[in-house]
């Protein structure tokens, strides 16, 4: 056979496996991935190590946004606030969307009626904008008399609280207010659970004469902690990204007592003008990110493998 007709061949060959691959048909999600999402990281990390402002004009590369986001007394108390609203706001999340999901999951069992109005309810909180959720929480820690929560403890005699002026108040009301948005999430991952678990695991319990609570520690909760593993990551990196729920809320204040990580980010760039360490610090948030989504992935194929 000639050269040339080999090189046909090949090239025949190659077309055809093109043909029959997918790579052509991924081809134009790649690029959309990589303008929308790879391009703006690539440009944040740029960002970081530069002096740029938001005014424009000339900038050069430095390491000041870091040296001056490191230093600056507030970067600790954001991170201390951060720490505080997320730990808080997971662990919540957590004990109060398994409480849910175990009850209507009972409830389901028992045919009690008002599961699914009970389950409707809990996803009304999920998918209402961060934004209004913001808004209507305001008006229920409206601190006059127009504030729904004072005016109910103003009857048994208590406040007014001052919810939103008050440092500490202020962060324990952002917290629960963010517990209140994402305990629908973590329910249905923990209802989705509850309902791939071996009833005969949990009868064969019942029978042992295990009561209830020794059910629910050493039956229910070892057979889903690979559920809860990743409904604690994945609420985790959501609740690090929390923005527009605390932004309507408190805009981080009074002060800087309800400022998390995000919403710093925003001050930085949008009020402060300071491009260079609002990129800096957004490269610390993505840093954040990218460590839960490794433990993510490891916790996922440590969870196939026990499954196979």
């Not at 991935?33 to 430095?62: D, H, K, M, Q, W």
């Not at 389901?108 to 998918?127: C, D, F, P, S």
């Not at 629910?216 to 990743?230: A, E, H, R």
């Not at 009020?271 to 916790?299: E, K, P």
Request: hydrophobic share 50%.
């Amino acid at each position: 056979m000639s050269v040339k007709n080999k090189n046909g061949l090949g090239q025949s060959k190659m077309k055809k496996r093109i043909s029959n691959s997918a790579l052509p048909w991924l081809l134009p999600l790649l690029s959309v991935l990589v303008f929308v999402f790879l391009f703006p990281v690539v440009e944040i990390v740029r960002l970081s190590f530069t002096n740029a402002t938001l005014n424009g004009g000339e900038y050069s590369y430095t390491l000041d946004s870091y040296i001056s986001l490191f230093t600056n007394p507030g970067f600790m108390q954001m991170l201390i606030v951060t720490g505080i609203f997320v730990f808080f706001s997971i662990t919540f999340q957590m004990l109060f969307g398994f409480l849910v999901a175990l009850i209507i999951d009972q409830g389901e069992k028992w045919n009690l009626k008002g599961t699914v109005l009970t389950r409707t309810a809990v996803l009304t909180a999920w998918a209402i904008p961060g934004v209004i959720i913001g808004v209507i929480w305001q008006m229920l820690y409206n601190e006059t008399d127009a504030g729904i929560i004072n005016y109910l403890l103003s009857i048994v005699g208590i406040g007014p609280v001052p919810f939103l002026s008050d440092p500490t108040t202020a962060l324990i009301a952002v917290t629960f207010a963010n517990v209140w948005r994402g305990t629908a999430f973590s329910m249905i991952l923990i209802y989705a659970g509850l309902k791939t678990l071996p009833s005969d695991v949990i009868e064969a319990a019942k029978i042992d004469g295990a009561n209830a609570i020794q059910r629910g520690m050493k039956v229910i909760l070892p057979m889903l902690t690979p559920m809860l593993l990743i409904n604690l990551v994945i609420i985790s990196i959501d609740t690090f990204n929390t923005f527009d729920m605390v932004m309507a809320l408190t805009g981080g204040g009074p002060g800087q007592s309800t400022e998390v990580i995000s919403l710093s980010i925003y001050n930085s760039i949008f009020n402060q003008f300071n491009l260079g360490q609002g990129a800096a610090t957004s490269v610390v948030l993505l840093t954040i990110n990218v460590a839960m989504t490794i433990v993510y992935i490891l916790f996922l194929g440590r969870g196939e493998k026990n499954a196979a």
